[in-house]
């Protein structure tokens, strides 16, 4: 249903709503369903209810008509064109209840893949620790799962591990200047994978920390859509990983080292 409605990965809800105060009763990522009842048919009205519902964050409204309303007003459609919000037009006879469990399935389906990829992605980087063999490993399983380029940076700017994308990569010695000029480079911990940008393009970094210090940083350009909450997961779970091979590389060394004094 999503996919028909030219809505996949968008909505989040859907909302059905009666009365005039339409705006205060949605939020980001709702799929609006109105009987027309109370849709303004002004020309600034109509207008202005659009951008009121953009700015809330709604992904699109479907009219039952022609009820109330045989279609949406003129200055409607031409403010959602402008603000690319999904107006959709459903025949009368059609339930609204035919809709919401359609798209509600959709969403449950969709929520399944997202646990089950989950689910692969936590294995996959799983078995890379396990393996032991480096970080250029992350960063290839990363890159895998992810199906980006992934790159991971030292203190100094080195590349610790990349992986290209097949098209052609995105990230250069700029974008590590990037990274420092948003901070993730410094002593300040930054929790979360951040979205910064590099030149023309948004990337995805995460700092690799160990006991607090601040190691590397793992680097994703993002995609054509925004990234998903699966993406910064699946990134933040790399630099754990990352980080426990950087980690049991230092305890090598210190090792190696103690072993050369004793000798």
């Known amino acids: 249903a999503l996919a028909f409605f030219g809505l996949a990965g968008r909505a989040s809800w859907v909302q059905v709503i009666g009365h005039p105060d339409i705006e205060s009763w949605v939020e980001a990522g709702h799929l609006l369903l109105s009987t027309g009842y109370n849709w303004?048919?002004?020309g600034e009205k109509a207008r202005l209810i659009v951008e009121?519902?953009?700015?809330?964050?709604v992904c699109g409204v479907v009219l039952a008509v022609p009820h109330f309303l045989?279609?949406?007003p003129a200055e409607s459609v031409e403010a959602a064109q402008s603000l690319g919000l999904a107006l959709l037009e459903l025949p009368w006879a059609v339930p609204f209840s035919d809709v919401t469990q359609a798209v509600l399935r959709d969403l449950i389906a969709s929520h399944a893949r997202a646990i089950a990829r989950s689910?692969?992605?936590h294995r996959e980087l799983t078995e890379a620790a396990i393996a032991?063999?480096?970080l250029a490993d992350v960063s290839r399983v990363l890159a895998t799962v992810l199906e980006r380029e992934v790159a991971i940076f030292g203190l100094m700017g080195e590349l610790l591990g990349h992986v290209p994308a097949a098209t052609g990569g995105v990230i250069d010695t700029t974008t590590f200047e990037s990274?420092?000029?948003d901070g993730l480079n410094g002593s300040?911990?930054?929790p979360a994978p951040a979205r910064v940008t590099a030149g023309e393009h948004r990337l995805v970094a995460y700092q690799i920390r160990v006991r607090g210090d601040h190691v590397g940083t793992i680097v994703v350009p993002e995609g054509s859509a925004e990234p998903s909450l699966l993406e910064f997961r699946a990134t933040e779970h790399a630099g754990t990983v990352a980080a426990l091979q950087i980690s049991h590389q230092r305890e090598l060394s210190m090792q190696e080292s103690r072993l050369g004094y004793a000798l």
């Open 179 to 181: 990274l420092s000029q």
């Open 70 to 72: 045989d279609h949406f």
């Open 132 to 134: 032991g063999n480096g």
């Open 119 to 121: 689910e692969s992605i």
């Open 188 to 190: 300040h911990a930054v």
């Open 52 to 57: 009121r519902l953009v700015d809330k964050g």
């Open 40 to 42: 303004p048919r002004d």
